[in-house]
Each structure stands twice: as structure tokens, then as C-alpha cells.
């Protein structure tokens, strides 16, 4: 069994908490705050599941954490992933949001916009569907020559029926658009409004 201490949380969402894994610091540890059936963490689990046999060397880079399998830890049952932490520091990689709501000169607004639009067309390319494209669900890895990488760490996957998105690049394009339209998500400034209008 894998020991979580207080010092090993990184952040706690609605449906779970993160932990940087105790024995390999390349890894976190999701543990759900739900009973496991009605998570949303399951429909992630059984998505990558699916998308796992996907060539990965077709990826420019990893635009989303890997899952790894679950493992028995002292809080419950864990969910392994990916730690993303940036080159330039080895500390881990901050969120989309937090350089949405603290203007840094090293990451430019054009960096950013540039780097989302990139993320949303390789989601496109490769038919990976995220149902939570808020900022807080991407992290901005800083790479050693300064440029970011935009990696999606919460919320992959989606719940239809007959999963047509997962086999036509044109009805992902139309399904990833039409989500980021609805939740009014589709661009940095967008991203910016809705992160201002949820701290009102």
C-alpha cells in the first residue's frame, strides 16, 4: 500500500484530490471524493482505456497526462498519472488560469493564445475529446528553450452513446468547437472573461 502524507497534495478539485506519487516523482495519484461509479473520474479512467492504444508517436507532444493503472493507497483507491512540471525548474507546471489571472513577461499573452490554439488542433487531429476545457484543467509546461506546452490534466473524455467523434477528425472539430462555444471557452480573451465573471 502506497502511504499519502499531508505534504504530498498538490490540489483538490470538485470531484477529487491530487497527490504527487510518494515513490516516483514523475507520477501524481487521483483520489476520487465520490463513490467511484457515479465519478466522473471513471468515464476519464475507461476513456483513456480506449485511446490508450493511439500511436503516440504521432503527437507533436503529449497533450494530455497519461493514465497509468490504480493502486492501493491509505486514503483509498489511487488513480496514477502523469506529474507535469516544467524543464526550466523541475517544479511543477501552473495552470492556464493562474497565468490568465497573474500576467507574467516570461509567458506572453501571444504565447498563450498561440500555444491554445495549438492544443485545440491537435485534439482535433487526433480525436481526443476533453469535456472540461476550462483553464484551470491545462498546465503550461515551460520547455527549456522557453516555449510552452499546453497539457491537458483534468477532465478527457466524453460520455456519447454512439462515439462517432472518436473515429472522424470532422465531427471531433465539430464537437470540441461546440463545446468551447456553449461554455464560452474558445479563445484566450474568452478564457479570461469567464475566469473574471467566476470570481464575481
Known sequence: MI??????????????????????????????????????????????KKISKKNWKKFDYPFFTKYYGQVDTNLGTGFVYDYITDETTGEISKTMEYYLLNPDPKITNDMLRNAFEHLKRLMIKHRIIAS??????????????????????????????????????????????????????HNLEAQREFLKKSEK
Open 3 to 48: 502511504e499519502i502524507k499531508d505534504n504530498h497534495f498538490i490540489a483538490e478539485g470538485v470531484y477529487q484530490k491530487c497527490y504527487i506519487h510518494p515513490e516516483n516523482k514523475n507520477l501524481c495519484i487521483k483520489v476520487s471524493k465520490q463513490e467511484l461509479s457515479t465519478s466522473r473520474l471513471l468515464y476519464e479512467i475507461n476513456y483513456f
Open 132 to 185: 472540461d476545457i476550462r483553464s484551470k484543467n491545462i498546465c503550461c509546461k515551460i520547455l527549456k528553450d522557453q516555449s510552452i506546452q499546453m497539457i491537458i490534466v483534468d477532465g478527457v473524455g466524453h460520455r456519447d452513446f454512439i462515439p462517432i467523434v472518436d473515429w472522424s477528425s470532422y465531427f471531433a472539430k465539430k464537437k470540441i468547437e461546440r463545446r468551447l462555444i456553449k461554455h464560452d471557452l
